[in-house]
């Protein structure tokens, strides 16, 4: 499955929210914002791999069923009510602060949760086979999104949410590993030479062992 790296990042956002939830609880706006600010950078990322290589590609393959799903209006109205939240965080307002961000969450939770429902299917018509999938991957997302300035970042980023917090259906190592292997396994020899250690340094030793003694992970990447 190696598009499960776009579907994990999904649980990567989840568990940041869930960080944002517990400073907002207690009271702790500059965790928030802490949490907040990192959470968009890598928003910011992953949405345009989304806009800017997935949507056109499964659109092909699905008969536009992205663009009939409404998802990519669903990105722009995320982009609306996260302006909103945005605007809170000069102010002491904290009341407001709380009712913007509750809006954003219910909103962007949904959007997840839609996406995932319409998008997860089609990339299997993508190719045929796990290696061919892979490889449309390989050149229709992952290539071209090496161009976003944040993109190294963001790889060291979900790697690091899924290895401390895992998901809600996938302990930290399962999680990891369903990103890391399906990563490793859309990259040529020379792009998986360069993320590899972004993976490793950003992931738990102790699944890093793991993850190279029984899953290869510290060998090539087969994308030719």
Not at 112 to 123: A, R, S
Not at 205 to 213: D, G, M, R, V, Y
Request: proline share 5%; glycine share 4%.
């Amino acid at each position: 499955m190696p598009f499960a790296i776009m579907r994990n990042a999904h649980e990567a956002l989840r568990s940041s929210i869930q960080l944002q939830q517990h400073a907002l609880d207690a009271g702790d706006v500059a965790a928030f914002r802490d949490e907040w600010t990192t959470f968009h950078r890598a928003l910011v990322v992953h949405m345009a791999m989304e806009d800017d290589a997935m949507f056109g590609l499964l659109d092909e393959v699905g008969a536009g069923a992205i663009t009939s799903a409404n998802i990519p209006y669903e990105h722009r109205e995320d982009t609306r009510l996260t302006a909103a939240v945005d605007a809170t965080l000069t102010t002491a307002d904290t009341a407001a602060q709380r009712s913007a961000w509750s809006i954003w969450k219910e909103e962007h939770l949904a959007h997840l949760t839609h996406e995932e429902q319409v998008m997860m299917p089609l990339t299997m018509k993508t190719a045929d086979s796990p290696q061919a999938r892979a490889r449309v991957l390989h050149d229709r997302v992952l290539v071209p999104s090496e161009r976003l300035p944040d993109f190294d970042w963001y790889i060291g980023w979900v790697v690091r949410m899924l290895s401390e917090h895992g998901s809600v259906d996938q302990p930290a190592r399962v999680a990891t590993r369903v990103f890391a292997w399906g990563l490793q396994h859309a990259c040529s020899p020379t792009l998986w030479r360069r993320l590899r250690p972004i993976v490793e340094s950003n992931c738990a030793p102790e699944i890093w062992a793991e993850l190279t003694e029984k899953f290869g992970l510290n060998g090539e990447g087969p994308v030719v």
